[in-house]
């Protein structure tokens, strides 16, 4: 109690109506030019802070579509199993271990946000997906996924990499024509070639034969003189 009759408070926490003591040293600074670098260095704090987090993020966008080009061989595998036709041998286990490892990679990536989009018998949206096919059909609405080419993958609500499908188009009747089938192509036939002059061999060149010789003179001797 103070002599006044009021009552003063111990909490130093207190809100009260006296003013804070102000130290000598602040009494001769500039208030507004202290305001206005503490505002020039808080801007370059955060500055800073966003490039290192764009920084982070680019290099994590990197290795998730990394993870998913891991995800695309497992689930072509598993493809390319299950079109062979009856009679090709397969691989043991192969299918079941192709997608058990998919299995682990989808719940790592779930860890990180990162989640498959599921368009399969949904209209395909170009905001996330690319048409590389039309495939007739009589029982499906236009523009319906039918087929999934790619997968594609959300990541934090954003699109991380967009899918690959192929679309339901009106059935009018009849199959579709047909690509026409390449010839094979034939075997390139070698140019004739002029068959090479024969070679001539000279005709043997004959011996003349000695002819008989006549009988050499024999020198008389010399008459003595």
Known sequence: MTETGTEVSTDPLAITEDFLPVPERALDVDLADAFTKLLFRSSIARRRRE???RAAESAQRGL???LLEVDDVLFAVQ???AQLPPGIPR???????AAAVQGILR???AVAEV?????LNYVAHPAVADIVGRVPSADKPDE??????????NWRGDVLRRAEVEVAVPWTGQDPEPAPALAPAAAPVPEPQDAPEPRRTPAPRQRKQPSARKPRKTRSSRKRK
């Open 64 to 66: 998730l579509l990394g």
């Open 144 to 153: 319906t996924v039918v087929a999934v080419v790619r997968n594609g993958f």
């Open 79 to 81: 493809e390319k199993q």
């Open 107 to 109: 719940k790592k990536l």
């Open 91 to 97: 691989p043991d286990n192969l299918v079941e271990m």
């Open 115 to 119: 989640s498959p989009m599921r368009l």
């Open 51 to 53: 490039e290192d987090a």
